[in-house]
């Protein structure tokens, strides 16, 4: 089945930790996306890739980390920069520029807890 | 931030009736989405609208946009109560290298 596939559901993290979250897709998209959302809120873009080894800061990237090695890839550290993780984390991808841009699909999402 | 408005905040009708959501947004886009998200889960894209289109329908929503305006709006005819959810647009800006950046979403709730 193709799709977009984040893990772990649910990830607890101690204060001062390095957590990463993962995101994979086999829809051959070109463009992937983290989103952060806190409760009653809307997404937060964090971080955005159009493709391989290149990535742009969203509006709220401090704090955050990521890498686009492989295009099917898109992982998420949350490092201990980040003074208030506790949120819900969600991994969207699309066609880019090149393929002609369209609507985003998204993952089920990861839930940060900081304990 | 380049993230738009959306209203209502939070909206409640009776089943049968037809919910509208605004949304602004602040760059040149190259298209307008709208979303949905169910409590706690990720969202699904509804409909996608170009900046050279003015109006568009998928079943029951009707999706314009107003580029002068930098507005949309999403309507949905005969609301079933398994439409309640959260709604949220989303400017792509190819400008910015197809940055996608979200509303702040209305809160839908449809009573049988």
């Known amino acids: 089945d193709g799709g977009i596939t984040q893990s772990p559901k649910y990830l607890f993290r101690k204060e001062g930790q390095n957590v990463t979250l993962s995101c994979e897709q086999n829809l051959n998209h070109d463009a992937m996306y983290w989103y952060r959302q806190d409760p009653g809120q809307g997404l937060r873009l964090i971080y955005y890739?159009?493709?391989?080894?290149?990535?742009q800061k969203g509006d709220i990237a401090e704090g955050y980390s990521v890498s686009r090695e492989k295009k099917e890839s898109f992982p998420l550290t949350v490092t201990s920069a980040q003074k208030n993780p506790t949120a819900f984390y969600l991994c969207?991808?699309?066609?880019?520029?090149?393929?002609?841009?369209?609507?985003?699909?998204f993952g089920q999402g990861t839930r940060l807890t900081v304990v | 931030s380049q993230q738009g408005e959306e209203d209502p905040q939070a909206l409640s009708i009776q089943e049968g009736e037809n919910a509208t959501m605004n949304c602004s947004y602040k760059?040149?886009?190259?298209?307008l989405q709208w979303y949905r998200q169910n409590s706690g889960r990720g969202l699904v894209h509804l409909i996608l609208i170009r900046s050279n289109e003015r109006e568009k329908h998928s079943g029951r929503l009707r999706v314009t946009l107003d580029t002068s305006k930098k507005s949309s709006s999403l309507l949905i005819t005969a609301s079933r109560a398994a439409d309640t959810a959260s709604y949220f647009c989303?400017?792509?800006?190819?400008?910015?290298?197809?940055?996608?950046?979200f509303g702040a979403g209305t809160i839908l709730r449809v009573k049988s």
């Open positions: 760059t040149s886009i190259n298209n």
């Open positions: 890739s159009q493709i391989v080894n290149d990535f």
């Open positions: 969207a991808s699309a066609r880019g520029q090149a393929q002609g841009g369209t609507e985003a699909f």
């Open positions: 989303a400017s792509l800006s190819m400008e910015y290298g197809n940055k996608l950046v």
